[in-house]
């Protein structure tokens, strides 16, 4: 029996992998192919809720620790080999394939990464990892509303990260794949390059289906999940969390609000234009140039450049100014949609 373990990275199609895999399950199980159903859902929040070892880290975090709770244990690791074990005896699968985007964005350490393995260990010593990387600076602007949905920031900045912060480890792939390369080894590490098998026959998730040696269903291809918001979108959240921040006592309350509210901007208040000027995005991507070089000589030794390196889809200027009837009508719209879930 082999594992196929998909890290991400965000903001790569991982929420249309995921939702394929699981809407697909049960003609994979028959194939000899099982995707756990039990480990938090369709992106298995338990595998880095366990790596990173720490019940109230974040929501994420505390989302799978009630997932084992409610299901009536109280530790993670037991949580998780039991689940496992009662699949695996029931599919008796060839394969078991594990999916998780914040594997890559708050799984940080060696002591992590090894933590994980050590369970994954405990079912197999095959073990196949999958990370899909997308030029910064597009990843920086795809990313800059995922902070506001999760509750995370309470003022609007800039997408691009300033100078002064260096390369974040959110952007810094060269130590991404040095982490799970020491841990797994580079041999079972493939890399793929988001923006190229977006373009491939079948798009990322078909591309997934290829890399990790596995059938294509019937069911049609997953569409794209998870869009990044709007400017107007983006401030509406960042007030709203600012609330929260304000009355710890409806915290829980709130929080299942503001995941309504999240689905309600993604389906009317979609991101139309890119939120970085094209010298913002050049320059952050020139200091992410050594970070690339590393998994340039790694994973693509033939190639001369990791990226393509056209930015004409930026604008000269960075235009963050929202619009203010938009952002008017988001706050009345938004209103009537707390309102119904106060009274439902």
């Known amino acids: 029996m082999r594992i196929v373990l998909h890290i991400g990275t965000e903001k790569t199609a991982t929420t ?32 880095p809720a366990w790596a990173i070892g720490k019940p ?54 060696l002591g992590q990464v090894r933590r994980l393995k050590q369970i994954l260990s405990q079912l197999s010593d095959d073990i196949q990892i999958i990370l899909y990387i997308r030029r910064q600076d597009r990843l920086a602007v795809s990313y800059f509303s995922t902070p506001y949905k999760f509750g995370e920031k309470t003022t609007v900045g800039q997408a691009i ?13 060269g130590k991404l794949v040095t982490l799970w390369s020491e841990v797994f080894g580079a041999e079972n ?12 026959e079948g798009g990322v998730v078909a591309s997934f289906l290829n890399a990790a040696g596995l059938p294509r269903q019937a069911d049609t291809m997953a569409k794209v999940h998870n869009e990044s918001l709007s400017m107007e979108a983006i401030m509406f959240l960042a007030s709203f969390n600012e609330q929260i921040a304000a009355l710890p006592d409806q915290k829980a309350e709130l929080r299942k609000i503001r995941m309504s509210l999240v689905r309600f901007l993604e389906r009317n208040y979609p991101a139309r234009r890119k939120l970085a000027s094209k010298e913002a995005a050049m320059d952050f991507y020139s200091r992410c140039h050594a970070s690339n070089e590393i998994v340039l000589k790694t994973f693509f030794p033939d190639r001369t450049k990791l990226f393509d390196e056209n930015f004409n889809e930026y604008g000269d200027e960075e235009s963050l100014a929202p619009d203010t009837q938009m952002l008017a009508e988001i706050g009345a719209r938004a209103a009537m949609l707390i309102r119904d879930k106060l009274t439902a």
Do not use: W
């Not at 199980?29 to 369709?42: Q, R, S």
């Not at 590490?189 to 491939?200: A, P, Q, T």
């Open 16 to 47: 249309s992998i995921q939702r394929y895999l699981f809407a697909n399950r049960n003609a994979f199980a028959e194939k000899g192919v099982l995707y756990p159903d039990k480990l938090g859902a369709e992106n298995q929040l338990c595998l």
């Open 56 to 109: 109230d880290a974040d929501e994420v975090t505390a989302t799978a620790y009630g997932v084992m709770s409610r299901s009536g244990f109280d530790q993670m690791d037991r949580y998780i080999l039991e689940t496992l074990e009662r699949q695996i005896s029931a599919t008796d699968p060839d394969v078991i394939v594990f999916s998780n985007e914040h594997l890559h964005s708050r799984v940080r350490s």
């Open 161 to 173: 990260p300033a100078a002064s912060k260096g390369v974040p480890h959110y952007y810094d792939y």
């Open 189 to 200: 590490l493939v890399v793929k390059i988001f923006e190229e098998e977006v373009r491939s």
